[in-house]
C-alpha cells in the first residue's frame, strides 16, 4: 500500500483522536488485505500513538492480520452450534486435504484457512466462507468437492 | 479524614484515599505483590496481594481496593494463604524450572514467592512455552517464557521513559509482552535504558552479558586489558559488598580491578571532565553565533537514541562531543597506552557502567574507527560484582590504591556526572570560567540538585543569565521537547539522563534498588563534591596537562577528531 493511499484514508478520520483507531485499521485491511508495519508507522504517526501500542491493540482482536492471506482465503467458523454440527473434522479434514495448517499460508501462496469466532449464522452450521461466499449446512461430501475444486483451481 | 479500620484484628486509622496496601505498608505488614510498583497506578494484575474483607464475597486486591470505615481485613487468613499459594502455582504450571541457570538466580521475585508459600512439588503441569528468546539487541535479553505478564515493564517504558517499546501482544491464553511483529529490541524504537529490567521481577528481561569476552581477555598474555568505571559504580558498588560508600571505596575499587588483572584502571571522572571543558567551548562558539540552542547533552546513550528516533529535528542541538567513555576509550586506545609502549590493536578496554545503553553505544558504527571499536566490552555493575565473586576478590583484605597515573586524577566536576544535574552543574562551573574569567560565586548549585524528574535554574554569568534545566526521565525530556517545539526559547543548556534521577539509578546497577539505595549513592556523590580539593574541571592537571601534550585547546582540530562524534553516520543496526 502505497504511503499516499494511506494519507487518504487517514484524512477522513481526526488526527489525535485515539478512538479513530479500530476503523482506520479496519477501513486500511478493507483496501490492503491486512496490516503492515508501514501502516502501523503511517498510523501511528498520525494519531500521535506508539506503533507497538498499535500493534497490541490489532493483536488483540482477531479481525486483523499481519500478513497477506491466500488467493483463496478459506474461512472456517468454530462457533459453538458448528462446532456441535463437527466443524472440528472439518477444519482436520481442510487442513489435511489442502495442505494447510488453520492460521497460514500455502507455500505457493495460493490457499489459507482461518478460524473465525461465530459468524452469526448458526441456523446454517456448519458455515464455511472462501473469499466472499458462503458455504452453508456443509456435508462430509459438500466439502470433499469443496476442497476438489479449490485443489483444481489452483493447480 | 483519618477514621479507624480494623487490619487483623487490630484497629487502624486511616484516610480517605488510601488503598489498603497503603495502610498495609505504612504499618509495616506484607503482602506479596508481583505487579504493584511504588508511585504508579496500581493495575490489579497479578492478583498476589489479595486480602479478606468482611462483608466482601470475594478476596480482594489490596493494591486498588480503597479504604472505607470500619473496614475489617484479614491479610493472611487461610483462604487468603491457599489462593496465593495456588495463584503462584499456576505461575509455575508452565514456567521453565531452570533457576539454577537463571540470571536471577536468588533475586527472582518469583522464586521467593515459591519459597514464601512453601511449595515443595509441581502441583499444576502446564504447557511448556516455547518462544523464541530476543538475543538481537546489544544490551537487553528478553526471554517472554520466563515472563508472568505483571507488565511492569510496560509501564516503566510508557509512563517514566515515554518510549513503548513493548506491550501486551495477543489475547488470552496467548498474550506475551513483546514488540511490533515480533521484531527484535534491536531495531525497534528500544532506547536500551534498561529500566524495564531493573522491575522485572523473574529473569524474562536481563542485559547481554559480556563477561565472558572480559575473563579472556584478562587470560590472554597477548592482550593488554585496561578498565575505565563511571563515577556512579563506586557510589553503589558498596552495596552489594556490604561496605558503606566512602571516598575509600574509590581506591579499593581501584585496587580490587588490579588485582583482577587489569593493567590500568581509568576513573572516567576524567573524561567526564575532559566533556565538560570541549562542551563548555563548544557552549560559548554557540552562543556567540546564537546558533543550534538549546545545546543538548549527550553523554546518554539512551537519550541520543530517543533523540535520533522521536526528535530527528532536534539532533543539530545536541552536543558534538562523545559521551565520557567513548573519549576515553579512544584516548586510551590512541594516546595513553602509546605511551605505555603498548600497540592499539593489543589494547582491550573494559568499561564499568552503571548502565545497559553504554554496551549499545560502544557498538554503533559511528563510535568506531571503520572496524575498531573504541570500547571493547562494558560491563554492568551487577556485572562487576558477578566478576568481584567469581575471582574471589575479598574487599576486606585490599590496601587502598589511589589513582597513580597523571590520568588518574579528576575534579569534583567530572565525578557529579553520576547524577541527573551533576553535568550541567559542573559544565557551569566551568563555562563561567570561560565566559567571565571567574569561578561561580557558589559551585554548588542547590536549584539542580534533588530527586526530582525536572530541575531548572537561572544562572549569572558575568552579565548574562542563563536559563538551564536537568530532566531525567525521558517521559520529562519528552515533555521538555514538546514545550520546544511549540515555541519555547529560553533555555540554553539542557541535561538529559534517561533513567529518573539519572546514573545512580540506572538500569545497570543493583537489582530491587529502593529509594533508600538512590539517596545514599546520590549523597556519596554529593560528599565527594564537599571533599574534594579540585572542584571544577579546567583546574584539573590532568586535564591541564592533556592539553598541553596532546589536544592544544578545547575545541581544537586534534579534540575534534578525537573526541567528537559524526552524527551524520547512522547507527549500526
Known amino acids: 500500500m502505497t504511503k499516499e493511499k494511506i494519507e487518504s484514508i487517514l484524512a477522513g478520520y481526526a488526527t489525535n483522536k485515539k478512538e479513530g483507531l479500530l476503523p482506520i485499521l479496519q477501513d486500511i485491511q478493507a483496501q490492503n488485505g491486512y496490516l503492515t508495519e508501514e501502516i502501523l508507522a503511517e498510523v501511528g504517526k498520525y494519531l500521535n500513538l506508539p506503533a507497538n501500542k498499535i500493534y497490541g491493540v490489532a493483536t488483540f482482536y482477531d479481525q486483523f492480520r499481519f500478513s497477506p492471506c491466500g488467493q483463496f482465503h478459506i474461512r472456517i467458523c468454530r462457533g459453538t452450534s458448528c462446532h456441535l454440527f463437527g466443524s472440528s473434522t472439518y477444519l482436520e479434514r481442510l487442513e489435511t486435504g489442502l495442505k494447510v495448517k488453520a492460521g497460514h499460508v500455502s507455500r505457493d501462496k495460493k490457499v489459507s484457512i482461518e478460524i473465525t469466532s461465530c459468524m452469526g449464522a448458526c441456523e446454517s452450521a456448519p458455515v464455511i466462507r472462501v473469499n466472499d461466499e458462503y458455504h452453508t449446512h456443509v456435508t462430509e461430501e459438500g466439502l470433499k468437492a469443496l476442497i476438489q475444486s479449490i485443489k483444481e483451481k489452483t493447480k | 479524614m483519618l477514621f479507624d479500620i480494623e487490619i487483623n484484628n487490630q484497629p487502624v486509622s486511616a484516610k480517605r484515599g488510601e488503598t489498603i496496601k497503603n495502610v498495609l505498608d505504612r504499618i509495616g505488614i506484607n503482602v506479596p505483590t508481583l505487579c504493584y510498583l511504588n508511585g504508579f497506578t496500581p493495575t490489579g494484575g497479578c492478583r498476589m496481594c489479595v486480602v479478606e474483607v468482611d462483608g466482601a464475597t470475594e478476596l480482594v486486591p489490596s493494591c486498588s481496593h480503597p479504604v472505607t470505615e470500619w473496614m475489617k481485613i484479614r491479610t493472611h487468613s487461610p483462604r487468603v494463604l491457599k489462593a496465593r499459594k495456588v495463584l503462584v502455582e499456576l505461575l509455575l504450571a508452565s514456567h521453565h524450572d531452570d533457576c539454577l541457570y537463571c540470571d536471577r ?111 579472556e581477555a584478562l587470560n590472554n598474555p597477548e592482550v593488554y586489558p585496561v578498565i575505565q568505571f563511571s563515577p556512579a559504580v563506586p557510589a553503589s558498588v558498596g552495596e552489594d559488598l556490604n561496605i558503606k560508600a566512602s571516598k575509600d571505596i574509590l581506591n579499593l575499587l581501584r585496587a580490587a580491578l588490579k588485582k583482577m588483572g587489569f593493567r590500568q584502571v581509568f576513573d572516567l571522572s576524567m573524561a567526564a571532565d575532559l566533556t565538560i571543558m570541549e562542551e563548555a567551548a563548544e557552549f560559548v562558539e554557540r552562543m556567540k553565533n546564537r546558533d543550534k540552542l538549546p545545546m543538548l547533552t549527550s553523554c546518554c546513550p539512551s537519550w541520543v537514541k530517543f533523540l535520533e528516533t522521536g526528535y530527528p529535528d532536534m539532533l543539530p542541538k545536541l552536543s558534538g562531543c562523545a559521551s565520557p567513555q567513548q573519549m576515553m576509550g579512544r584516548l586510551i586506545k590512541n594516546n595513553i597506552t602509546s605511551a605505555a609502549g603498548q600497540k592499539a590493536e593489543n589494547i582491550f578496554v573494559v568499561s564499568v557502567m552503571p548502565c545497559t545503553a553504554k554496551k549499545y553505544e560502544a557498538d554503533t558504527d559511528r563510535m568506531k574507527d571503520g572496524t575498531t571499536r573504541m570500547v571493547d566490552a562494558v560491563i554492568t555493575t551487577r556485572e562487576l560484582i558477578k566478576l568481584i565473586r567469581m575471582l574471589g576478590i575479598d574487599f576486606s583484605s585490599l590496601e587502598p590504591e589511589a589513582g597513580a597515573t597523571h590520568f588518574g586524577i579528576r575534579s569534583s566536576a567530572g565525578n ?75 533555555f540554553s543548556i539542557i541535561e538529559v539522563m534517561a533513567c529518573p534521577n539519572g546514573c545512580i539509578n540506572g538500569g545497570g546497577q543493583k537489582l530491587n534498588s529502593d529509594e533508600k539505595n538512590i539517596r545514599s549513592r546520590m549523597k556519596a556523590i554529593y560528599d565527594v563534591d564537599e571533599e574534594e580539593i579540585i572542584r571544577v574541571a579546567h583546574k584539573n592537571p590532568a586535564i591541564v596537562d592533556l592539553y598541553e601534550r596532546f589536544l592544544a585547546k578545547p575545541g581544537s582540530d586534534r579534540s575534534k577528531e578525537l573526541l567528537y562524534v559524526n552524527r551524520t553516520k547512522t547507527a549500526a543496526e
Open chain 2, 105 to 215: 538466580n536468588g533475586m527472582c521475585g518469583l522464586q521467593n514467592l515459591a519459597a514464601e508459600m512453601d511449595i515443595r512439588e509441581r502441583k499444576y503441569h502446564g504447557k511448556r512455552q516455547h518462544i523464541q528468546v530476543d538475543r538481537a539487541c546489544q544490551s537487553i535479553v528478553r526471554d517472554p517464557a520466563k515472563c508472568v505478564l505483571c507488565g511492569r515493564c510496560i509501564r516503566v517504558c510508557d509512563e517514566v521513559m515515554g518510549v513503548s517499546a513493548i506491550d501486551v501482544i495477543g489475547r488470552g491464553c496467548d498474550s506475551k509482552i513483546g514488540t511490533t511483529y515480533n521484531k527484535g529490541l534491536n531495531i525497534n524504537t528500544c532506547v536500551k535504558c534498561g529500566q524495564c529490567i531493573m522491575v522485572c521481577p523473574t529473569g524474562a528481561l536481563s542485559e547481554k552479558s559480556q563477561l565472558q569476552s572480559v575473563l
Open chain 2, 416 to 490: 557529579l556526572f553520576g547524577i541527573s544535574g551533576g553535568h550541567l552543574e559542573g559544565l557551569l562551573r566551568s563555562i563561567s570560567f570561560l565566559m567571565s574569567g571567574q569561578e561561580l560565586s557558589s559551585l554548588k548549585i542547590s536549584e539542580l540538585r534533588g530527586l526530582k524528574g525536572r530541575k531548572e535554574a537561572r544562572i549569572k554569568i558575568g552579565k548574562v543569565i542563563f536559563n538551564v534545566a536537568a530532566v531525567s526521565g525521558l517521559a520529562n525530556a519528552r515533555v521538555l521537547m514538546e514545550e520546544i517545539k511549540t515555541g519555547r526559547d529560553d
